[in-house]
């Protein structure tokens, strides 16, 4: 389903920690493997779903007892929760809620970084270091995880300070310098008549 993404005074920053991309295929087939067997075990349980992503947090929270493992319960966790923000974001969007977009983009950096674990160090800084600068409306990691980019919404007035404060912190942190790209939302494919 498409939403309009209406942002009237701000931009998407991309952010690009250089990091490269590293275990994303055993780890992305590790992560896989633990939705499947909690979704397994869930389904023994008695539970009449086809995917994780058919909870409701509640129906997780009630049952995630029946998981044999603290992991499966995070990965567990993270699918029903980011599903429900993914859908709690549509609604955002649809209404022109920024903001509640921008605080779910922070929840689901949170969740991919504790959940998940699909994150790294230097994500982290650029992700916490983003979360500092006034006009920022929301950040997370994007993309496979391990390393790569964070994608930022920030107030257009902001932009100077972002990439300045996030830049600074960052090279302090990690010796690393980030590159910046400034994104704007447009309509998608449509017919030109």
Known sequence: EYAPVVLEDSCIMI?????????????????RSSCEKALSEFKKAGLKINALGDMTITQYEENKKVLSDDVLRM?????????????????????????????????????????YEVSCPEIDIL????????????????????????????????????????????QEK???TADFYIAHSGDGAHEIL
């Not at 966790?77 to 605080?103: C, P």
């Not at 950040?139 to 996030?166: A, H, Q, Y």
């Open 15 to 31: 952010t690009n920690s250089k990091v490269k991309h590293s275990l994303v295929t055993s780890a992305y087939n590790d992560r």
């Open 174 to 176: 990690t010796g690393l």
């Open 75 to 115: 990965r567990a966790k993270h699918a029903v929760y980011e599903n429900q923000r993914t859908i709690r974001a549509v609604e955002a969007l649809k209404k022109n809620d920024i903001s509640l977009f921008g605080r779910l983009m922070n929840e689901s950096h949170i969740s991919l970084r504790d959940d």
């Open 127 to 170: 992700v916490d270091a983003a979360w500092k600068v006034p006009g920022v409306i929301g950040s997370r990691i994007t993309g496979g995880g391990f390393g790569g980019c964070t994608v930022s919404i920030v107030k257009s007035e902001n932009i100077d300070d972002f990439i300045k404060n996030t830049g600074k912190e960052y």
